[in-house]
């Protein structure tokens, strides 16, 4: 006969299994507690919270590396506007736009679709707001032709027309009336808006300035602006402060410099942001040293809209709109309804089956999944808030319905294996460590290859099927976890325990379908010596 596992040694083992199921418990439900309290969510993904979907295509050619630079702009400054879960990804040759959850869908799309390069040009006149001609029996109205590259001296904004002197020697700004002969000029559509030409261009909708502005070929682009921000001036009134490149710097000194006291247009997709005067309290030029205040009547959100197209304004390619929409919640919330009330009556089904089949070690199914679903509700809200995960879409919701799957089968083939154990004449306490030993090679093997997959799946592919690959790795790797340490010591915590190993309906050895009477490997018949 073997000499009996010292109980020092046993205490210490059952003591470490209790320690294990407390730590994943008070984890998994601390979490949960915590994003809860935190008021976070799964960031849903577009077809659950509704939104604006987009797709632009390039102009012209664009190389790899240059949409993928368009795409991280474009998903800057869809960030900027202090929305969540924005996704900007390739499509072939196109680049999509999602934006779920927002509530005012024209101003993202606004916002996202000021997609040309922004560049500096000097404001040669004012314009007055496009009038067509008139239409002459039986002809058509006559075109004006190009827009005139130049203006008449008595409107063109220049410092002898902009400007007088004061006693102090800084300069006193007038305004200049736009020039009437532009009337009858439309607009420079964007497809036609090169930077080497000169174009009649609109301000902002909402700037009060209803006026058009005739622009000379652009000097400079976004890409030297390093950094911008609104603020607060010591004045109360909103600025937003430009920081140049060192390239930039340098440019913009002989810009200003040729255009001292004169109007430069900060021109985004076709549209002039701003048009200040440069140096206008400064008797003479001097340096900017690489740090531009645009001031004027700015309002907060007109200072905040400033700085988001200065930060993220200079893409390498002119994008196209090619399809702009506002999409409902409603077809993705009914279709995860009729998924979800699918998914749970699946799911008692086999709960009330596991139960039946395998008594208490049925509660033991519901108690992993239980902390298993509070693991992912506190992963996934956390997620949520980094630019790690995708969107929480109808495919994620299918990777976490396809995991529940493989984390019933991890109990399974620890159960069936129990039984193998017990059918071999073994007891339930010496087959729940034994049985788990090879159960979760064929557990670890199966879930490894189901990770591998779901890895495959992220790196190669986009969208929907990238955010079902994500969620079902995420859930299966937490299998892992979730197998080793809580099913594992629960299962052998109740295994040693004779009182629910023997009851007669619910216990283990009823769930296992151990013979009755049988004389079990392990144990010492009453009254035989040992």
Known sequence: MSPPTSSRAQARQRRSLIISLVVVVSVAFGSLLAVIAAGWTPKLGLDLAGGVSVVFKPATHASQSDLNETVTILTNRVDALGVSGAEVRTQGGDISVSVPGVKNAREVLNAIGQTAQMLFRPVLCYAPPYSAPKTQAGKPPPSPGPVPTACPSSYQLVTA???????????????????????????TPQAKDAKGDTVLLPGLANSGFTDRYLLGPAELTGRIVKSANAQLSATGSWVVNMNLTQAGSAGWDKMSQTYFHEIIGIELDGIVQSAPITLPNSATWNSFDGAVQISGN????????????????????????????????????????????????????????????????GFVVISGL?????????????????????????????????????????????????????????????SVDRGFKSAFRTVLAADLVSLA??????????????????????????????????????????????????????????????????????RTPVGARS
């Open 453 to 522: 997959a779901a890895v495959v799946l992220f790196l190669i592919t986009v969208g929907d099927v990238r955010g079902f690959a994500f969620f079902l790795g995420l859930s299966t790797l937490l299998d892992i976890i979730i197998t080793y340490f809580f099913t594992r010591p629960l299962v052998i915590l109740l295994g040693r325990n004779d009182r629910l190993t023997e009851a007669r309906r619910l216990g283990i050895s009823a769930g296992l379908a151990v013979p009755v009477g049988q004389e079990p490997i392990g």
């Open 161 to 187: 027309n902009l400007s007088g002197s004061t006693s102090s020697g800084s300069g006193v700004f007038y305004n200049i009336g736009p020039w009437p002969g532009l009337k009858s000029y439309p607009s």
């Open 370 to 430: 239980a902390v298993t679903g509070a693991f992912l509700y506190a992963l996934i809200s956390a997620l949520g808030h980094t630019s790690l995960a995708p969107s929480f879409t109808l495919a994620g919701v299918v990777g976490i319905i396809v995991s529940i799957g493989i984390t019933v089968d991890s109990y399974i083939v620890y159960f069936e294996r129990l039984k193998d154990e017990t059918r071999m004449g073994r007891t339930v306490r010496t």
């Open 298 to 361: 700015f309002t907060e959100a007109q200072a905040q809209n400033l700085s988001i197209a200065l930060n993220y304004g200079a893409l390498p390619v002119r994008l196209i709109p090619l399809t702009a929409e506002t999409v409902s919640p409603t077809l993705g919330k009914s279709s995860l309804q009729a998924g979800l009330a699918a998914g749970l009556a699946g799911l008692l089904l086999v709960l009330i089956y596991t139960i039946v089949y395998y008594r208490l070690l």
